[in-house]
């Protein structure tokens, strides 16, 4: 089994910025972090659980959402067995609670919540206008 668990949500004022932060541990048919593909999402009340971006195992891909390039980067330490989401010009609509998830045994970064295999248990954004 795999558990993620996320940290660094908080309360920012727009044109902020703040960093998640998603730390794995565990292990699934012998694989490890360093071979699992990582997906950012979040979801606001009301609203459906949406992309905002993912990497590759190696960190050698990035994709991102069209609402948030140029202002999120997405980064991983497969040494710390970790994953980051570094959020800067944030914007009131960009409040929403952010998941992590990991998909195992994989090459392709998938962009929709369907294919990953497991979820942290989020961490709540609110960007204040």
């Known amino acids: 089994q795999v558990q993620l668990v996320e940290s660094g949500g908080g309360l920012v004022q727009a044109g902020g910025s703040l960093r998640l932060s998603c730390a794995a541990s565990?292990?699934?048919?012998?694989?490890?972090?360093?071979?699992?593909?990582m997906g950012w999402f979040r979801q606001a009340p009301g609203k459906e659980r949406e992309f905002v971006a993912a990497?590759?195992?190696?960190?050698?891909?990035?994709i991102y959402a069209d609402s948030v390039k140029g202002r999120f980067t997405i980064s991983r330490d497969n040494a710390k067995n970790t994953m980051y989401l570094q959020m800067n010009s944030l914007k009131p609509e960009d409040t929403a609670v952010y998941y992590c998830?990991?998909?195992?045994?994989?090459?392709?970064?998938?962009?929709?919540?369907?294919?990953?295999?497991?979820w942290g248990q989020g961490t709540q954004v609110t960007v204040s206008s």
């Open positions: 998830a990991a998909k195992t045994r994989t090459i392709v970064v998938p962009t929709t919540p369907g294919p990953y295999d497991y």
């Open positions: 565990g292990r699934t048919s012998g694989r490890t972090f360093n071979s699992y593909a």
């Open positions: 990497i590759s195992w190696s960190g050698g891909r990035l």
